[in-house]
């Protein structure tokens, strides 16, 4: 799927969504007769508005505020920190790359989940719409654009991130979103409604409890039965210990035992730390396939074709387990509401919930992968976390030390073991730095390596010796035999740079031709710098020779050496300087139109705790932005829960039935049972 932005139709399409937002009322009407669930006549509604809480004040979670807010909901942010959007500060060197020119999302985006889950996100927002928000004074953020050329890449004119934090700070609270500050989320619990149970339904009940879980400090716990098959117990370490790597947040974590998970918080007798105890949910049906249409245009869902890419959500064992629920049933989810433990001891409650919390890179600005957590305790599967986007560590050509040196103009290749085509990342700038390796083409492909390496899939790389004639150089020069590579040989994916991006035949005839100009002449001639190519000729032992004494091998070695220089790297620099988190939430467990759990009801997720991350260029605020906006909209307005063709004709012969016959007096009884008690009529 490939999107463009048009920079001349953005202003009339956002103007368009404006008036398409006038029509939102009709959506409910257009759902009935299109199989999709809504609330019924036995469901009691209120005429007040949805009270919504976003948990994080990030980039996702200002966008799913301002949606939220736009479509009648009231709304309040929980922010741990002093202040909202401090990311936003950071992003793009202060200037803020708010929005790339055009996505392509086979080659910018990432995720270990369901290629077509991927796909219905995208296709409920374009770059266009996206652009005419961010843009328009009236119904959006406000903000003055510019194009990069050189990069393909917006950037408010102002060049100032604070601008655009400001701004959309400034926008939610002119549509009535409450921000509170300092206000860190430790705990949630889901308080379930007590329903009639002539109405059939079942009521929550601490004797539904099926395994208890410590959220706060680690405290003993006391066992509540029945317990789960599996006597599956998570607890949650004291919050000290759970900055640092992703393995933290994944201890012990509450996996589904073939049915959805709820809690109810009990106090532990010790006075220690909070249980919350995970109960059934109300449904065991696994859904079908979420439908994107959400109210603000969104497209439809592309057909998933046999060459689509990624694995289905039913070839996965764990949700052919059934850890991947459908909904809860439609009455409990209208009158479930969330409970929020705050760090300081009070307590939030909310009718919808929407995670925003981000993942665990920058720690230092408070994303220190607490929704994360939270959603292992709470049945939810994640793909293990991983810092992405980060600089590699590793020895520098012949063990020199090049650090403040930038190439420009490079092609950087990753070759991942188990696949024929290497990957070649967009962009060609690369940085030598004091531990190893940056800059937008290395963090762009980074992320191939620290999965590897932080999932232990294989064997660590020993860093390289820096002797003469071993390193990048020599490995390039077995490549080219047909020797292979020892990273891939390890399990590991191979990073290759070709250091002027011109082929290998162009730098063997200049090398056959060279004369007497030394080697290391030859290099800076044709645009390598002086540091680094003193450096490859150093580790190839071609340090003081002409290029007419160059010997068939060594012009072998040095071509490949110049067009297919493996770098060697044995680490990263973790999540203290990776952009985003890569892994996360997985797509599967949550409806694609609205970004609602299908495992627990009023439950949102967007931003980074889901598993999907950009690269470097815009990409992950454009998957911040439009992920915020699903959330929100589908958390103001409760979604659309999709349903099979069988289940809304039966419906609707139901419903044209009910109304054909003449009603009884059992059911003019059924139907005022939720009515108080004065207004009961006189029993038969």
Known sequence: MFHRCSSGRASLLGRRALYCRQGATLVRTAALQSGFEVPGPDVTTSLQPPHVTIVGGGAAGLTAAFFAAEHGASVTVLERTREAGKKILMSGGSRCNILPLEVDLI?????????????????????????????????????????????????????????????????CVARGVVFKYNASVEGLQLLQPEVDADAGRRQTAASETVAPVVIGVAAAVPQLAPTMPNGAVATTASEGSQEGSAGDGGDGGVHSSGFGLASERIRDRSGEGEVV??????????????????????????????????????????????????????????????????????????DKLIIATGGLSFPAVGTDGTGHRLMRLLGHTLHEPYPALTPLTGAHPAGEQLAGLSMYGIELSVQVPGTRKAKVTERTSLLFTHRGYSGPAVLDLSHYAVKALTRGSAASPQPLATSPGIGGATSAAVASGGGGSRYVEMGLPSIRVNW????????????????????????????????????????????????????????AALVSALTSYE??????????????????????????????????????????????????????????????????????????????????????????????????????????VALPPGLQPPPQ
């Open 500 to 555: 002027t991006q011109e082929p290998a035949a162009v730098w063997d005839e200049r090398i056959r031709a060279g004369g007497s100009a030394l080697v290391t002449t030859l290099l800076q001639r044709h645009g390598l710098r002086e540091r680094l190519a003193d450096a490859l000729v150093s580790e190839l032992g071609l340090g003081g020779r002409r290029v007419c004494d160059v010997k068939k091998a060594d012009r």
């Open 107 to 171: 080659t910018d985006y990432f995720s270990e989940s369901s290629a077509s889950a991927v796909r219905a996100v995208f296709a409920s927002w374009n770059l266009d719409l996206c652009k005419a928000w961010l843009e328009d004074p009236y119904w959006g953020v406000g903000l003055d654009l510019q194009l990069e050329e050189e990069t393909k890449k917006y950037f408010p004119t102002s060049n100032s991130a604070r601008e655009v934090r400001d701004r959309l700070v400034a926008a």
């Open 567 to 672: 770098l060697p790297y044995h680490g990263h620099e973790g999540y203290k300087k990776a952009e985003v988190t890569g892994g996360g939430v997985r797509l599967e467990e949550l409806n694609c139109a609205t970004m609602e759990s299908k495992l627990l009801p009023n439950l949102f997720l967007c931003g980074e705790v889901v598993d999907v991350f950009g690269r470097i260029g815009g990409f992950n605020f454009y998957w911040a932005w439009l992920s915020g906006r699903l959330a929100g909209i589908g958390a103001a307005q409760g979604g659309l829960r999709p349903k099979t063709k069988r289940d809304a004709a039966a419906r609707r012969g139901a419903a044209a039935a009910a109304a054909a016959a003449p009603p009884t007096a059992a059911a003019c009884s059924t139907a005022l």
């Open 277 to 350: 105890a995970a109960c059934r949910s109300t449904s065991d049906a696994v859904s079908g396939p979420a439908d994107p249409r959400v109210t603000g245009g969104a497209a439809a869902m592309p057909r998933r074709s046999k060459k689509a890419r990624g694995p289905r959500a039913s070839d996965d064992p764990s949700v052919a387990s059934g850890a991947a629920l459908g909904p809860p049933d439609v009455a409990t989810a209208a009158g479930s509401r969330w409970l929020c433990r705050l760090r300081n001891g009070s307590e939030h409650v909310t």
